[in-house]
């Protein structure tokens, strides 16, 4: 039999900084407020943003990215969407943005997932400074690619009356459904910092915001169109096809300054049995003793860098577990396994000391792209000569890293790159965030 997936959209932009996060939330609490079971998804490897639509719908955000997935993957996380009315999707970026070599299945676009899947696009325009004109962008996305679904347009940032009169013209014209405009408001947008976003676990008052952005959204935008416009496609085969999980007891970091674990991950561990044992580095809480891995995760170590320095109960037992059993990192996480990291004023903090990584924030170097990894050495949950896809972000340098390397690491086009995470005894890192095994 075949199953078929709930309706849905997906909320895309001509770019980043339009809005779509603001109308995301917004309209995924509006549904929920209106007695809908919503499903929030997030197209590309974007860790913090599902955590802001779980806030929003109520209900667990997952990614799904055409470059770093194959068709089982991706099927098996579509069908947790299973019970749900309603659907909404978050892009990245602009709607066609992606790598230039495609991946697993292409090339990592938010109009490749909405394609795949049947997910009508509503695309976010910010028409400020324009008018009419904002009609020929909109009708540029709807033609570029004709056999993706198009359910229409809402106008952000909209300055007066006139002004919506004027560009409404032009999407008349371009025959194209607006179905909503929101007026320009300043405190409509979200903090950020450098990585984008800041996590939802540090909003001051998110519940508040988000009530606020559904209020917004509920005046301006409308929903039953919006409703009547969802749509989707069959859904494939999915069995089995989560992630396994690395061991049987996980103790998983979980805290402002580790936050960024791809949520398919933990619901592939979970799903398999295994027991994932969330603590506190910061807080000073050591890793259960009776886990069998320990995982660290990425997040924003830099900025808690002399508290975790301090945590003597959490660094004690992360060495404790390292002497018989294994320890991983990511990115943020892999930081800390190692000798030290040096923040952004230039001061030095002793970590974990487990590897000998010595990272630094003083000197900013830009680091964001999908990585494909061969591993020369095994890993909690691979062995040696597994392929990975992962996705790595983040702004910190290598000053020092005398270990084994762990893997040759590619980012999307094939070159080879120096940050080639580090093995030494039970401990590995990475800086890229495991998001599957690759295929080949």
């Given at each position: 039999m075949v199953m078929t997936n709930p309706p849905g959209l997906l909320i895309s932009a001509p770019s980043s900084g339009t809005g779509k996060t603001t109308v995301m939330l917004g309209l995924l609490r509006a549904l929920a407020e209106d007695g809908?079971?919503?499903?929030p998804f997030k197209s590309g490897p974007d860790y913090i943003d599902p955590a802001f639509h779980r806030a929003a719908a109520g209900r667990a955000s997952f990614n799904l990215d055409s470059w770093a997935m194959g068709d089982p993957l991706l099927n098996a996380i579509s069908a947790q969407?299973?019970?749900?009315?309603?659907?909404?999707?978050?892009?990245?970026?602009?709607?066609?943005?992606?790598?230039?070599?495609?991946?697993?299945?292409?090339?990592?676009?938010?109009?490749?997932?909405?394609?795949?899947?049947?997910?009508?696009v509503v695309?976010?325009?910010?028409?400020?400074?324009q008018a009419q004109s904002a009609a020929a962008t909109a009708l540029g996305f709807k033609m570029y690619n004709p056999d993706l679904p198009f359910a229409g347009v809402i106008l952000n940032r909209c300055a007066s009356p006139r002004h919506e009169r004027l560009t409404r013209l032009g999407m008349e014209r371009a025959g194209l459904p607006v179905l909503g405009v929101l007026p320009r408001r300043g405190d409509l947008t979200l903090p950020e910092r450098h990585l984008g976003l800041i996590?939802?676990?540090?909003?001051?008052?998110?519940?508040?915001?988000?009530?606020?952005?559904?209020?917004?959204?509920r005046e301006?935008?409308?929903?039953?169109?919006?409703?009547?416009?969802?749509?989707?496609g069959p859904l494939g085969p999915s069995s089995a096809a989560l992630p396994r999980p690395p061991a049987q007891r996980i103790a998983l970091a979980r805290d402002a300054a580790f936050s960024f674990t791809y949520p398919h991950l933990l619901e592939g561990w979970r799903s398999a049995g295994a027991e994932v044992l969330p603590f506190s580095p910061l807080a000073d809480e050591a890793p259960a003793p009776n886990a069998d891995v320990v995982w660290l995760p990425g997040g924003y170590p830099e900025l808690h860098a002399g508290k975790l320095a301090a945590a003597n109960s959490f660094l004690t037992g992360l060495r404790t577990h390292a002497e018989t059993k294994p320890v991983h990192g990511e990115c943020g996480g892999y930081m800390v396994l190692g000798e030290s990291l040096i923040d952004k004023e230039g001061a030095r903090h002793r970590m974990a000391g487990l590897l000998g990584l010595v990272t630094s924030h003083a000197k900013r170097k830009f680091n964001l792209g999908y990585r494909r990894a061969e591993l020369l050495e095994a890993m909690p949950g691979f062995a040696a000569g597994a392929a990975l896809r992962g996705h790595e972000f983040h702004y910190s340098s290598i000053v020092e890293q005398p270990d084994a390397p762990l893997a040759l690491v590619y980012d999307a086009e094939g070159a080879e790159g120096p940050q080639t995470?580090?093995?030494?005894?039970?401990?590995s890192g990475t800086f890229f965030h495991l998001i599957a095994e690759a295929s080949e």
């Open positions: 809908l079971n919503v499903q969407a299973d019970g749900a009315d309603i659907v909404v999707a978050e892009g990245s970026m602009g709607l066609f943005d992606g790598v230039a070599k495609p991946g697993e299945l292409g090339h990592g676009s938010s109009a490749e997932t909405a394609q795949r899947i049947g997910w009508p695309l976010v325009l910010d028409v400020g400074g996590q939802a676990v540090e909003h001051p008052d998110l519940e508040s915001a988000i009530v606020g952005y559904a209020a917004f959204l301006h935008v409308d929903l039953e169109a919006i409703k009547r416009a969802a749509s989707s995470g580090s093995v030494r005894g039970n401990v």
